[in-house]
């Protein structure tokens, strides 16, 4: 592959984001498709290197539109008090979020599907408010549905029931995204950014799809129905072994999950063949990820996120696009913040007048301009939630507690607060995380010898690299912009090079 991609500038894009997406599959369509790129990772890992810095939807979410860390965006939880799309959140950061650069270089946008949590909510400014930057917006108020929901269509409320051909909100997001291509001008770029709720819970799959993956089970490997004894104090809470009540539930939720994302196949299926009519599935870039990831069963927690391990922080990402070798894996890792910088790069906008903390990874997916540095760490914050009373269903628990379900066991707590520090180069491979919680409790991973975190080493590991990660943790804690990516400002580590590896052939692999 010798030559560089085409001039950025009159790209158009198209992006998805749909929420919990387990990372582990890739779909029937996805793997269909040609030129798609798997944007995998460094060193040995089986698996992508690709994260959230934050496991839960409307921080995660914030970081993708912003590029940057919570602790920059300030999106502390799902709640309007944590800014989950509060007036604040409104008057700040989401008036830098990267679709008010693309306006200003004449991109067409298109917006459709679940935005944030707190969305369309009377103290969040009701439906009228539509984020600048969109000329085309059809966003969910508040949080998943599939059905009986409301939506803004560009500031006016629109409500819907429960007819399959009329509301199925994944179908509805696609129908309006074709009819935007039809209607644009030919003379613009265009940016589409498709949110379906698929496959958050309910979980509501299409009439046609709903007795598909009926011998499906979650996998029962890695840290399936392991007891999280040497973890932090909500994982040595759980059953173990678990019981068949909650087997039974999370194979189901599991089930259901593929359901509901055989019309997200669709949806992409459908988009590819449009793009293809009208001609511009060549100059059009395409990603596919999610805002975060999901278990079922590790550590013998039923179902959620929420978690440092790497089943919850670790997301899908592919891409395809304009000078992007197809079958490729980068090796270094990406994350959710790298997302705004990425698009802003590849419709020409000038990053070093943009306030993100992430950094573009154009570059290294086009192989001839490969040629720069991986990051060799990073950061992930989490902040906890709870209630602040006693879940009646589960009156031995106390308050603090939350996503008590099934069997009482809590998935989330005010003091499940974590931050830690990635490390992630060819020497090292490794997961240092503070808590702030009355035990101050530490976990480290050697992620090189131990990938499913069956072991926490905090005992066992030289006292003198806790000291190094405890100073970078606290470093990248307060970065911001350069300081979050200049390595000059993290002792002792150095930038591996990117480069390639050979094609995946895990990529398209049936789940059955
Ligand atoms: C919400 O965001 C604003 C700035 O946008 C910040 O001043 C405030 O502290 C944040 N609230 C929380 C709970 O973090
Ligand atoms: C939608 O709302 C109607 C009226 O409340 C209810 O009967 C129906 O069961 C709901 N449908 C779904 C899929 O929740
Ligand atoms: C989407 O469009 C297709 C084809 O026109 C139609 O059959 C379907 O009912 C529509 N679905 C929704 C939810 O609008
Ligand atoms: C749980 O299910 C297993 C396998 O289906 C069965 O052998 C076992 O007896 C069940 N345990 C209980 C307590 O029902
Ligand atoms: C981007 O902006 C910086 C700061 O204003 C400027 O120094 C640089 O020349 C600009 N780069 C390009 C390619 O325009
Ligand atoms: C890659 O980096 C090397 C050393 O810094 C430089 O000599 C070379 O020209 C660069 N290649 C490209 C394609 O930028
Ligand atoms: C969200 O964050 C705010 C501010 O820290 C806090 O007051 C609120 O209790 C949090 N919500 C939940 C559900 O934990
Ligand atoms: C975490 O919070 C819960 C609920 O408030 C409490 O019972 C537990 O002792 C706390 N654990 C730690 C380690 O702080
Ligand atoms: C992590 O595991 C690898 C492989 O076993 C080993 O070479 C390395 O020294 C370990 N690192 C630490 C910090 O324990
Ligand atoms: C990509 O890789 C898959 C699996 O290895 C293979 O089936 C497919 O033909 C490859 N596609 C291209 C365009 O090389």
């Known amino acids: 592959f010798n ?80 800014n989950c799309s509060s007036p604040l959140w409104q008057k700040g950061p989401e008036a830098e979020a990267f679709p008010i650069y693309l306006s200003k270089n004449k991109y067409q946008t298109f917006f459709a599907g679940k935005y944030l949590n707190q969305y369309g909510k009377k103290d969040a400014g009701d439906v009228d408010h539509v984020p600048p930057g969109w000329d085309q917006w059809h966003a969910l108020v508040g949080n998943s549905q599939y059905y009986n929901y409301t939506l803004s269509v560009n500031g006016k409320e629109e ?50 799809y709903q007795k598909e993956f009926s011998n499906v089970k979650a996998p029962r490997d890695g840290s399936f129905n392991k007891p999280g004894k040497d973890k932090h104090w909500l994982l040595r809470q759980p059953v173990n072994p678990m019981s068949n009540t909650s087997l039974t539930f999370l194979d189901n939720a599991y089930r259901k999950r593929w359901q509901t994302l055989l019309s997200v196949d669709d949806m992409v299926e459908i988009l590819v063949k449009k793009l293809e009519s009208i001609k511009e599935l060549d100059n059009t870039y395409i990603f596919y990820m999610s805002d975060n990831g999901y278990h079922t069963g590790q550590f013998s927690l039923p179902i959620d996120k929420r978690q440092l391990y790497e089943f919850d922080i670790r997301i ?36 070093s007048l943009v306030n993100v903390d992430g950094q573009s990874f154009l570059s290294q997916m086009a192989p001839s301009l490969r040629n720069g540095t991986a990051r060799p760490l990073f950061l992930i914050e989490y902040n906890g939630e709870g209630q602040p009373t006693t879940d009646p269903a589960c009156p031995k628990l106390g308050p603090g507690l939350s996503q008590c379900f099934p069997d009482c066991v809590c998935e989330d707590a005010y003091n499940n607060t974590y931050a830690c520090v990635r490390t992630l180069d060819r020497q090292q491979n490794l997961q240092y995380c503070e808590f702030a919680d009355s035990e101050s409790f530490v976990e480290v991973y050697n992620l090189t010898s131990d990938p499913h975190q069956l072991e926490n080493i905090v005992k066992k590991v030289d006292p003198a690299i806790l000291q190094v990660m405890n100073q970078r943790l606290i470093k990248l804690q307060s970065c911001v912009g350069d300081s979050c990516r200049d390595i000059n400002f993290y002792p002792g580590v150095w930038w591996s090079r990117y480069f390639t590896l050979s094609i995946d052939g895990n990529v398209c692999k049936e789940p059955f």
Not at 7 to 14: F, S
Not at 165 to 190: A, G
Not at 327 to 341: E, F, H, K, R, W
């Open 316 to 351: 899908p990402l592919m891409v395809r696009g304009p000078g992007i070798k197809p079958n490729q894996t980068l090796q270094a890792p990406v994350l959710n913040i790298d997302l705004a910088p990425t698009i802003l790069d590849i419709s020409g906008v000038n990053l």
């Open 3 to 82: 030559s560089p991609p085409p001039a950025p500038k009159y790209c158009r894009l198209v992006f998805f984001v749909c929420c919990f997406f387990f990372f582990f599959f890739f779909f029937k369509t996805i793997c269909f498709s040609p030129g798609l790129v798997f944007l995998l990772s460094t060193l040995s890992l089986p698996s992508p290197a690709k994260f959230t810095v934050t496991p839960l939807c409307c921080p995660s979410r914030s970081s993708i539109l912003t590029g940057r860390y919570p602790h920059n965006h300030e999106v502390r939880n799902n709640s309007l008090s944590g």
């Open 159 to 208: 409500k819907h029931g429960d007819s399959y051909e009329k509301d199925y909100l994944t179908d509805l997001i696609l129908n309006r995204s074709l009819h935007f291509l039809d209607d644009r001008s030919p003379q613009h770029p265009f940016f589409l950014l498709l949110s379906p709720p698929a496959p958050h819970s309910p979980w509501t799959a299409a009439p046609q």
